[in-house]
């Protein structure tokens, strides 16, 4: 079956760190990835997405390659600020069949 | 702003009231979903509508009955429920065609149940 796997959190870096969140996933046909943002008190939001392997989805800074021969799909930003302080979930589609990681807890001080 | 709004925000019940959560897509999508996000648990997919019809039910207790009048309106009607169901219920809506699908999500109805 599908599934999504990222790494546990909760992640805490210093203001203008380097961010990698990583994500792999387990398919039976050829996915979507997504990466969702989650602020305090909020309901999940697109950040990026890739369609097929080899796409980069960007936004915000945020980056992620799918990665076919990997399996993954790992979330990076290269200064990342106190307002990026949420919760990343990892997901794919695959027809129709959506899954979602754990979510990864991100905490950025100044 | 995403294209789903979600009515109340907010909402505490006790365990013997009778209360309905509202969603609603303004973005022409066909499918619709029922979300439940507990504290330290994954996200719970309770209920997909594609086109009005119920699709999904993901082993969700009747205590949670689902309603689609139409393709941009979805309900959640709650009665008798439990503490446990104290969660955050998040509805999303997709444009389900069997291809590639992306959600989007509303704020949320954070529900305590005292």
């Known amino acids: 079956g599908n599934s999504v796997t990222q790494m546990e959190g909760p992640v805490t870096l210093s203001e203008e760190a380097f961010l990698t969140i990583n994500c792999t996933y387990t398919?039976?046909?050829?996915?979507?990835l997504f990466w969702y943002v989650q602020y305090p008190g909020e309901g999940l939001q697109l950040l990026l997405k890739a369609t097929k392997a080899d796409d980069k989805g960007s936004n915000k800074g945020f980056e992620a390659t799918y990665r076919k021969e990997t399996t993954s799909f790992h979330l990076e930003k290269g200064s990342v600020q106190v307002s990026d302080s949420a919760v990343y979930f990892c997901?794919?589609?695959?027809?129709?069949?959506?899954?979602f990681g754990a979510g990864t807890r991100l905490t950025v001080k100044p | 702003e995403t294209g789903v709004t979600q009515t109340p925000r907010h909402l505490v019940m006790g365990m013997t009231n009778k209360k309905s959560l509202k969603c609603e897509q303004h973005l022409g999508h066909n499918a619709m979903y029922w979300y439940k996000q507990s504290a330290k648990k994954p996200l719970e997919l309770m209920f997909v509508y594609n086109f009005k019809e119920q699709t999904e039910n993901n082993s969700v207790p009747s205590r949670f009955s689902p309603e689609c009048p139409n393709s941009s309106h979805l309900f959640l009607h709650l009665h008798t429920l439990q503490p446990e169901d104290s969660a955050l219920y998040l509805c999303?809506?997709?444009?389900?065609?069997?291809?590639?699908?992306?959600?989007?999500f509303g704020p949320g109805t954070r529900l305590l149940v005292l």
């Open positions: 398919a039976t046909g050829y996915p979507s």
């Open positions: 997901a794919l589609s695959d027809r129709s069949d959506m899954r």
């Open positions: 999303a809506s997709s444009v389900r065609l069997g291809g590639e699908e992306t959600q989007y």
